[in-house]
């Protein structure tokens, strides 16, 4: 089990695909998103890594969590997020996880706190029918209607009312990643993520799914990626000068 | 600029259109590639543009024709790579910016005065 990704949540457009059809996508920025604390089964009972994700001042930050920044040598993050890993997946304090931890095609789960709609009653929340507009019913058009039964007095615990609607975490499976831009640090993920603009959504291997084989193990560092690239370019520098 | 708008530009660019300057009124020739199994061809769907979306990579333009006695509508994204060429026929003078209305009307009503002193204007900074 691999470690995931803390991404920004950028806004909602369109691409084309090489079937030229369009593929509505949301755009995700991975910013500073580096191993700041690594937890040991031996020493604190679960593997994990602690992540960082974003960049502000460090005097924003309280003291333990500035202490921990400090000891990692990292930027001051906004946010810190820790994901379980499998003990073959840990990845050492200080490296900075980049785009490439994920590869094109591949399916992931997204988390992340939902657009907050309020207070909101029946019809809204729980797709109720409400009450008719006409035939004698009067200030209650868009009431629950009926909550139990005659000879009950009682309302069944989990009875689907009015209350708090979204702002509260959540998790959509399966989601594909339609492209990105390692340079920009940019995922391209298909159809919607939950959160709002500029939310944190923390992204994983999707957990239902077999995993792709091509994904790099252990993680997809940022180092990595760059000596990749400057090896590409240097195979393609050496081939052009073999074909002069 | 923002991350996404920056986005956006450059996948616009990427695509490398070559749009001409048209409007809602104006009459267009929408060259558009058509995949029959392997082989690939050219349609031309010609008609009055009765609106432009403006929305970065998601910008559309609608066109309207008269098929068969029939009204037919398409509306194409504007950055498809669908879209071979898109030609202005004739540069048309309306005063608004979606021709809903042309929904409606039929025949002679449904003329659009062309604005020769536009088309005029265009060409002479054609021949420059």
């Known amino acids: 089990m691999r470690c995931g990704l803390i991404a920004k ?4 457009t369109r691409v084309f695909d090489e079937n030229a ?11 500073n998103c580096c191993v700041a604390t690594v937890r040991q089964a031996d020493k604190d009972g679960y593997d994990a890594v602690c992540l960082t994700a974003g960049v502000q001042k460090a005097e924003r930050l309280n003291k333990p969590q500035r202490a921990v920044i400090e000891k990692a040598n990292l930027t001051a993050p906004q946010k810190m997020y820790e994901f379980r890993v499998s003990p073959d997946c840990v990845v050492p304090v200080g490296s900075e996880l980049s785009v490439s931890h994920f590869v ?12 907050g709609k309020g207070f909101a009653g029946g019809m809204k929340r729980w797709n109720f029918g409400g009450l008719r507009a006409t035939h004698g019913i009067s200030l209650s058009h868009r ?11 009682k309302v069944f615990k989990g009875k689907k009312m009015p209350g708090q609607m979204g702002a509260k975490q959540m998790t959509i499976q399966n989601l594909v990643v339609h492209d990105m831009d390692v340079e920009q640090g940019l995922l391209m993920i298909k159809g919607a993520v939950p959160g709002h603009k500029n939310s944190w959504i923390r992204l994983k291997d999707a957990v239902k799914k077999p995993l792709s084989k091509d994904v790099p193990m252990p993680a997809g560092l940022k180092a990595a990626a760059q000596v990749k690239e400057v090896a590409k370019e240097a195979a393609a520098q050496e081939e052009a000068g073999a074909q002069e | 600029m923002n991350v996404l708008r920056l986005f956006e530009k450059k996948k616009i660019e990427e695509a490398g259109k070559d749009i001409p300057n048209f409007k809602a009124g104006d009459t267009l020739k929408v060259h558009t590639k058509i995949k029959e199994g392997k082989n690939e061809r050219i349609q031309i769907y010609e008609g009055v543009c009765i609106a432009r979306k403006n929305n970065g990579m998601g910008s559309t333009f609608t066109v ?7 009204g ?7 950055y498809s790579p669908n879209i071979e060429k898109i030609e202005k026929v004739r540069i048309g003078k309306v005063r608004r910016a979606k021709l809903y209305y042309m929904r409606v009307l039929r025949g002679r009503k449904a003329r659009i005065v062309e604005d020769i002193a536009k088309a005029q204007k265009e060409r002479n900074e054609a021949k420059k």
């Not at chain 1, 949540?9 to 909602?12: A, E, P, S």
């Not at chain 1, 059809?21 to 910013?31: A, D, G, H, S, Y």
């Not at chain 1, 009431?143 to 007095?153: A, L, N």
């Not at chain 2, 309207?64 to 029939?70: C, L």
């Open chain 1, 9 to 12: 949540k950028i806004g909602m």
């Open chain 1, 21 to 31: 059809q369009e593929v509505p996508v949301t755009l995700l920025k991975v910013e």
């Open chain 1, 104 to 115: 094109k095609d591949q399916l992931v789960d997204a988390t992340a706190v939902t657009q």
């Open chain 1, 143 to 153: 009431s629950i209607g009926s909550t139990g039964q005659q000879g009950m007095s």
């Open chain 2, 64 to 70: 309207r024709k008269i098929s068969f006695n029939e």
């Open chain 2, 72 to 78: 037919v509508e398409r509306i194409f994204p504007l």
